[in-house]
Structure formats: structure tokens, C-alpha cells
């Protein structure tokens, strides 16, 4: 297929799409995007890798479509001259908005003499930026008359598009693509494609991680080529990939990994934050890289207030008790994630920053340096004697015996639990990775789990009797950041309301998969798959061995994996946090060999 001058034409990536929905295999997955990317002109490279992940712009952009599935069945039943009722009487058989644009585009609408004349002259053929800039105009459209704006450019787009593009494009509409590519997959496209070799996947990577953004790095590497992409600078306003945590219960086995001491800090029950400041201008992001200034209007006051032109730090937002000061739990601050009455939600559930770490000051990547020399750059621009921005309690500990007394007094003050940190000279931020420079210790993990995880939902089995027509169990997994892969531990049917019951299909339909998730290693068969999307915090009696489960298979006993043994859903969904920053297969792990030495010196 020829490239339309700079562009490409979209039903090249429709075809692509097809052949990637088809496959289960990553491999094959890469091997695709690897011969479209070097099928895409470099000025339209931003926007096939956007389109290919279900996007417009990057997440910490904040660009939504906007679109019901109400509104593009009215649009679907205007560009094909149908009535709305029959459309949605369609879509209730099919319940793939795709497939049924492919097969109402496919057929002729009224059978009349001028429709017939229409469908003798050949559609102009669309181009990747003409549906890129249609669906950002979507976007962009506010205000009075502004859903009647959608409808009509939406109109527009199917008129021109073929079955088959109809297909992918009401699908991204609705975020609803279901490819299944990871970012990870992406960067190794990317690194092959232009590169010709995986050997630079690490620089492509370190570049993603300081400016997380698939569509710019693209671009950049197929204008200018890697040594661009390799000087790629922190900026301010654009979000760096978070650290992560390992996790372990014993206080002697955390000071062995960091060397006999670290700087162990109060772990809060809230949400983590990364603060970009610019002068009087203050950016916040999630740990998921989602942009919540809106949300936190008074932190962003707060924030004005480091003394430094620029900076980025990292920090907890904590919900607070004002009468009392008590922290509150992480539950209590979600009242904060709304879209209207912020003010009102500001008042009632104030909130104070607790800062942790800083990763840029005055000009200056941090990154490199050690955590005592960022921890002293983070001092000198907290103001003191402010109530609601505040360093977080830590301490150095070089003995097991302070270290448990300073978890017990971060446990008595509402906290989690604590973090121990590498203070030694190789103690840099890593963005983007867990590793043993930070560890997690929130509880023991004695003869029962005491402690909740974070999984990802990736199936689904049908409930019955009181539970028919909606989920009787979800089928909840592990991260393996190692093969970038979903590993199952458990299923859960417990714990739930009947709310959440209620609500559960309608929260995981935009993620229902016909077949499993390429990304997903699963002995069981769901009844319904799932794009890994959902995080849930989950308990249990204790971790045991499993050969029913993938998690850690093989890696403690021959042929068995790790299972939650009487799992159960504490209520809390952890919108905050990405799937890829669920609980990992070697935190699972290291929790099952605590539990078990704690059996065999109590025995």
C-alpha cells in the first residue's frame, strides 16, 4: 500500500489491527508493529502510536473523548440511515460496537436510486491524520452545542470510512480497541524498527521513563535517531515513571539487603504524588501519571510554597481530621476525586502533603544521586513551619530492634507501615522500577496474610442463582515485571457488596476480551476475559501452593505455583494505580517464604 505523501492511509492500520486482534502470541505482536511502524512516514509516527494504544495524547494530558456509547450509536444510526431503536436493538445482540459498524456499513442503507448512485463512486480514501485530527477535534469540542459538534464530525468520519475502518474507529471511540499491546511491546517495535536491533531497547526505555509519552519518543527517534533520544532531558510539566518498592516482614533480612542501614520513612495511607513546579505554575500527577491538579486545588497552593523556581518532588497526599488531626484512610481521600463540587470536597476532607523524595531542582536531574544528597536538596526548599507541607518522618536505623520500634510508632500514628531505603552511595531514584533500593514493611506475614495485595483483574466466571446476570467470581493476578506478563493467584468471590456486584459488569465491560489477554498466563478458562485494567485490593487467610495457579510457577516447587488461600475483597479499588503497579510475582514470593519460616521457627 502507498503512503498518501506524509501520511499513510488508515485502512493500512485497520489491517494491522485485525492481524494483531488475532494473535495471543508477543512475539508475533512485535513483529507487526515493527513492519507498520516502518510503513508510517515519521511526521505521522506520534499519531499511528497513539491511535494504536486507544489514545489521543499521552495519559498526563488528560485528553478524553468524551463519547457515550449512547451518543456514537446515534451517530452510527445517522451515517448509515438507520433508526436509533433498530441500532440499539443490534448492539444489544452484538455488544461490540465494532463489529456492528462493519456490518451496518456493509450494506446498503436505503436501498433507494441515489444510494445506489453513492455507493458507484469510490470513497475518498482516509487517512490516518484525517481520523486522528477528527477524533482530537471530538476531544476538544466544550460547551453549548458541543455533543451536537461530536455527533456531526463523527457522522462525517463514518461516512467516509470503509467496514472495516468503521470497525477500529468506533471501537477507539469508545476505548474500547482491545489490541492488548503494552507499552513494553511498543518500545521494543520501536527500538527494532528504527534502530534495526533490540540492542538500544534500554536507551528507548530510559527515555520513556523521563518523558512517558509513546507518541513524542516515536517521533523523536524516527526524525532524529537514538542519540536524540538518548539526550532526552527531565521537564518540567511532563511526569517521570515513579520508583517502586520491593516488600519483606523481617526487619534483620531488610538491613542484610541495604547493607546493614537505610533511611527508613513513615509509609502513609494516601496518594502518592508527583508535584511539578514552575514558577507560580504547579502541575500534579498520580502514580498512574494521571494528571489530579484539578483535584487538589489547595495542595497546589501548598506547593507554591518550596522555595525553588523550579523543582519536582514527590510526596503523599493524606486526608486529615481538622478537629483532631488524626490521619485518615486512604478511602477518606477519594472523596477528593470528583469532577464537580471540589471546593465543597476540599473543605470536608482537607488534605496535608508529606514530601518524600525530589528528582529536579534549578536546572538539575537528581536522579543520579544518592538519596541522602536528595533528601538534603529536598530540606532546603520545604518552608518550616508550614502545617499542611511537610517532610515525611525517617530516620537512619542500623539495627533490627529500631527498625521494628519505628514501624510500631508509624503504625500507632495511622500510618501503613514503613519504607526502608538505601542510603548508600548507588542509592539513585530508578524511575519506572522496583528494585531492593526501596523495600515496603507494612505487617508480618504470620500464619495468616495480615497484610491486603494488589491484583489485577483478568477474568471473570458467570455468577448463578443470586448472583446470575452479573460476576460470581474475578479471576485476580500478579504482575511479573520480568516478562511484563499477568500471572493468576487467585480467584475471589468474597467481600463483595451487593452494590459492587451490581456494578461490576458494567465497570469491566470496556475491557471484555473475546479471547485471553496475550499478556495474561493462565491455567484456568474464564468464562470472561479481560484486558488487565483493574486493580483490587484483596486479602486472604495465608499464601499457599497451587497447581491451578501461574504465579511463581515452578519457581519454589516443581509444577505449582502460589495461591491465596481464602481470598476475600477488602472494598477498595485502587483506581490510583496502574496494573503494571499491582503486586509482583516476587513480593508474592518473599511473602509466602516469610509465612513459612515463621511456621518452622514457631513449630
Known amino acids: 500500500m502507498s503512503q498518501t505523501g506524509e501520511d499513510l492511509p488508515y485502512s493500512v492500520l485497520a489491517d494491522f489491527y485485525e ?154 471511540v469508545l476505548g474500547r480497541l482491545r489490541l492488548g499491546i503494552a507499552d513494553m511491546t511498543i518500545l521494543d517495535a520501536l527500538a527494532i524498527a528504527f534502530t534495526g536491533s533490540k540492542n538500544t531497547r534500554d536507551i528507548v526505555e530510559k527515555a520513556y521513563t523521563k518523558h512517558p509519552d509513546l507518541g513524542y519518543i516515536a517521533k523523536l527517534l524516527a526524525s532524529q535517531g537514538i542519540d536524540a533520544v538518548a539526550s532526552l532531558k527531565i521537564e518540567v510539566g511532563v511526569p517521570i515513571l515513579p520508583m517502586l518498592a520491593e516488600r519483606l516482614s523481617d526487619p534483620d533480612e531488610i538491613l542484610q539487603k541495604l547493607g546493614g542501614k537505610c533511611l527508613a520513612e513513615y509509609k502513609y495511607d494516601g496518594e502518592r504524588v508527583q508535584a511539578h513546579k514552575k514558577g507560580e505554575k504547579v502541575w500534579l500527577f498520580s502514580r498512574r501519571l494521571e494528571n489530579i491538579t484539578h483535584h487538589y486545588p489547595d495542595v497546589v497552593e501548598y506547593m507554591k510554597q518550596l522555595k525553588a523556581d523550579e523543582a519536582i518532588v514527590e510526596g503523599e497526599i493524606v486526608a486529615y481530621n481538622p478537629d483532631t488531626g488524626e490521619m485518615l484512610p486512604f478511602q477518606e481521600l477519594m472523596h477528593r476525586r470528583r469532577k464537580y463540587d471540589v471546593d465543597k470536597a476540599m473543605k470536608e476532607y482537607p488534605v496535608r502533603v508529606y514530601l518524600f523524595d525530589i528528582v529536579y531542582l534549578s536546572g538539575r536531574e537528581l536522579i543520579d ?58 542509592s539513585v531514584y530508578q524511575m519506572g522500577a522496583r528494585g531492593w533500593l526501596w523495600i515496603k514493611f507494612k505487617r508480618d506475614y504470620r500464619l495468616e496474610m495480615t497484610d491486603t495485595v494488589d491484583l489485577v483483574v483478568v477474568g471473570a466466571f458467570k ?89 511463581a510457577l515452578n519457581k519454589i516447587e516443581e509444577g505449582v505455583g502460589l495461591a491465596i488461600r481464602f481470598p476475600r475483597f477488602t472494598g477498595r479499588y485502587r483506581f490510583d494505580k496502574k496494573p503494571e503497579q499491582a503486586t509482583t510475582e516476587a513480593e508474592l514470593i518473599e511473602m509466602y517464604k516469610s509465612q513459612r519460616k515463621t511456621i518452622i521457627q514457631q513449630s
Open 463 to 551: 455468577g448463578r442463582g443470586k448472583r446470575a446476570g452479573t460476576y460470581g467470581a474475578l479471576l485476580m493476578a500478579a504482575y511479573d515485571p520480568e516478562t511484563d506478563t499477568f500471572k493468576t493467584v487467585c480467584k475471589v468471590g468474597s467481600g463483595f457488596t451487593d452494590e459492587d456486584l451490581a456494578n461490576l459488569p458494567k465497570m469491566l465491560e470496556p475491557y471484555i476480551l473475546p479471547h485471553r489477554h496475550p499478556r495474561v498466563f493462565s491455567k484456568m478458562e474464564a468464562d470472561v476475559w479481560f484486558v488487565p485494567a483493574v486493580v483490587l485490593e484483596i486479602i486472604g487467610a495465608e499464601i499457599t501452593l497451587s497447581p491451578l495457579h501461574t504465579c
Open 369 to 426: 544521586e544518592p538519596l541522602p544528597d536528595r533528601r538534603q536538596n529536598l530540606e532546603k526548599i520545604v518552608p518550616e513551619g508550614q502545617e499542611n507541607l511537610l517532610l515525611s518522618s525517617a530516620k537512619i536505623i542500623d539495627n533490627s530492634k529500631d527498625l521494628l520500634h519505628f514501624f510500631e510508632q508509624a503504625i500507632s500514628d495511622g500510618c501503613e507501615g514503613i519504607m526502608c531505603k538505601s542510603i548508600g552511595p548507588d
Open 19 to 172: 492481524k494483531i486482534e488475532s494473535i495471543t502470541s508477543r512475539i508475533a505482536m512485535t513483529d507487526y508493529l515493527v513492519a507498520l511502524f516502518k510503513k508510517t512516514p515519521p511526521s505521522i509516527i506520534d499519531k499511528v502510536i497513539y491511535l494504536t494504544q486507544g489514545q489521543l495524547r499521552p495519559d498526563y494530558e488528560g485528553v478524553e473523548l468524551g463519547v457515550a456509547e449512547k451518543l456514537a450509536l446515534r451517530a452510527l444510526a445517522r451515517a448509515t440511515g438507520r433508526h436509533v431503536k433498530d441500532v440499539e436493538d443490534m448492539y444489544k445482540q452484538t455488544g461490540d460496537i465494532g463489529l456492528l459498524a462493519e456490518k451496518l456499513m456493509s450494506t446498503s442503507r436505503t436501498g433507494g436510486l441515489l444510494d445506489f448512485i453513492g455507493t458507484m463512486e469510490p470513497k475518498k480514501e482516509l487517512t490516518v491524520s484525517q481520523v486522528y485530527n477528527a477524533l482530537l477535534r471530538i476531544a476538544q469540542a466544550t460547551g453549548e452545542g458541543a455533543q451536537e459538534t461530536k455527533i456531526n464530525t463523527l457522522v462525517s468520519l463514518l461516512k467516509d470510512a470503509k467496514p472495516k475502518e468503521a470497525r477500529y474507529i468506533l471501537r477507539t
